[in-house]
């Protein structure tokens, strides 16, 4: 992990949306939220781009919206 500014910032950022998505879902005992919470809060340690992890954050939460929306 690099340990600039940028990806700091981004890191936590995303592990932030992450804790509440996990606890949205926990609360609700939903598992894809639970899921993609856990994955939005790991991710960002091992992922040394801001780039990448704003795509990847954005393809999970996309996922997780198809995934509401096709009744998952």
């Keep these: 992990m690099d340990l600039d500014a940028g990806s700091l910032i ?3 950022i995303v592990s932030s ?5 996990f606890g949205y879902g926990k609360r609700l005992q939903r ?3 639970v899921v993609v919470g856990l994955v939005l809060m790991a991710f960002p340690y091992v992922v040394p781009s801001v780039p990448l992890i704003a795509g ?3 393809v999970l939460l996309g996922g997780l919206w198809l995934a509401i ?3 998952l």
Excluded at 17 to 21: A, R, S
């Design 69 to 71: 929306r096709f009744g």
């Design 17 to 21: 949306i992450g804790l509440v998505v």
């Design 10 to 12: 981004a890191s936590l």
């Design 56 to 58: 990847i954050a954005a």
């Design 31 to 33: 598992v894809p939220q």
